[in-house]
């Protein structure tokens, strides 16, 4: 499969680049995400005196080859860090992924986020990262915390946090009233807001997504049909919000064993292509089935209605709800896959088509896999 030269803009490294594919994309559309191979990071290995460990976010920067991998621990086993790593990448796809260095990322205050498990009401919980390239800074998320028990109430909203690259605070981004935990089934739900973070490749577009409804928007996925709706928050270059949009959630892919367990379908994270058009990564996991279902939709928000104002989807469903086209369901490729959490473009494949990168998150668990998987973007003629 071959992209003509049309559509090809190499910078002076021989890296591709993503501002011209983003808008090859954009205005071809995608054909489909050919597998090529899949790279294992050993469990538990020691960088710095870090564990690698729980890689929820990836972004990749074509101007230095590098990429940056945030890990989701909570200061519970080292501090919240991201790391830098070098990808190979050769005609039979990942060779080796090494990891150059870690930073810690700070509070205003210069210190060190709190240990979940010691200072819960004080803590974060790291979910995506992107590096802009233009102001130099690294975005990233957290999902925030509602814990309601008979021995503390704790409401953490979820954020979107600015570093410097040496991990130093720069700022908050606002985000609106309705990402909010309460405590009444109304906001944001524990572990299902935003995990998800991307910008388009000028950065004159943000997005993030809720991983779960709003318990105003109607119920969670469930394996039965269910009107299930996240929304997809878009933000423009100063970061500002301009729109929110309806997403219909997929089921959740398999039952759980026994019926009554855990199970749960939600956006795991997004791509950005254009100001209209989103790679949405649905990840579907049930008790009883080790592997997590993992879809990957094509979304197109042109004809979808901003839902700002709209306070409940549940009382309000959308008319115009995103466009979805499924592009990949991981399930077909015949092979073991984790818990997908990251998503990023990286540079030019041999044969000069775009690669597109997933990483995944073991929870830092040994029976869990920590995997980077290559495709190539097959780009509509």
């Not at 109304?186 to 388009?200: A, M, P, Q, V």
């Not at 592997?291 to 990957?296: A, D, E, M």
């Not at 030019?348 to 088509?353: E, H, I, R, S, T």
Request: proline share 5%; glycine share 6%; net charge negative.
């Amino acid at each position: 499969m071959k992209v003509g030269y049309k559509f090809l803009v190499l910078v002076l490294s021989g890296l591709v680049s993503v501002q011209s594919f983003g808008q090859s994309l954009d205005k071809l559309g995608i054909n489909k995400l050919r597998f090529i191979n899949q790279y294992e990071i050993p469990y538990n290995q020691n960088f710095k005196n870090t564990v690698i460990g729980g890689l929820s976010g990836i972004d990749y920067d074509p101007d230095k080859d590098v990429y940056y991998i945030l890990s989701d621990d909570r200061s519970d086993i080292n501090p919240v860090r991201f790391y830098t790593a070098k990808i190979g990448i050769t005609e039979r796809g990942i060779s080796e992924v090494n990891f150059t260095d870690v930073h810690f990322l700070l509070h205003a205050n210069g210190e060190k986020f709190a240990s979940f498990k010691q200072f819960p009401e004080r803590a974060v919980d790291p979910e995506d990262i992107r590096y802009h390239r233009k102001k130099g800074l690294i975005y990233w998320t957290s999902e925030g915390e509602r814990i309601l028990s008979d021995d503390a109430v704790i409401l953490n909203d979820p954020a979107i946090l600015v570093a410097k690259p040496d991990g130093s605070y720069s700022n908050t981004i606002p985000l609106p009233e309705n990402l909010r935990p309460r405590s009444t089934e109304y906001g944001s739900r524990r572990n299902g807001t935003i995990e998800s973070l991307s910008f388009t490749s000028d950065f004159s577009t943000m997005f993030t997504a809720l991983e779960e409804p709003l318990y105003e928007d109607g119920p969670r996925a469930d394996h039965t049909k269910t009107n299930s709706w996240s929304r997809i928050y878009q933000f423009d270059a100063k970061q500002k919000l301009v729109a929110q949009y309806a997403y219909a959630l997929e089921s959740v892919a398999y039952p759980a064993v026994p019926e009554t367990g855990f199970k749960v379908n939600g956006i795991s994270a997004l791509l950005a292509i254009s100001d209209k058009k989103i790679l949405t990564v649905e990840r579907s996991f049930s008790v009883g089935r080790q592997p997590c279902t993992i879809k990957v939709f094509l979304t197109d928000l042109s004809q979808a209605d901003n839902i700002a104002d709209v306070s409940s989807l549940k009382e309000k469903p959308p008319v115009h709800p995103a466009k979805k086209e499924l592009l990949l369901n991981m399930d077909d490729l015949g092979i073991f896959t984790d818990n997908v959490e990251g998503i990023t473009f990286g540079p030019k494949l041999p044969n000069g088509n775009l690669s597109l990168l997933f990483i995944t998150d073991n929870n830092f668990q040994e029976r869990q896999k920590q995997q980077v998987l290559l495709f190539e973007v097959d780009v509509r003629r």
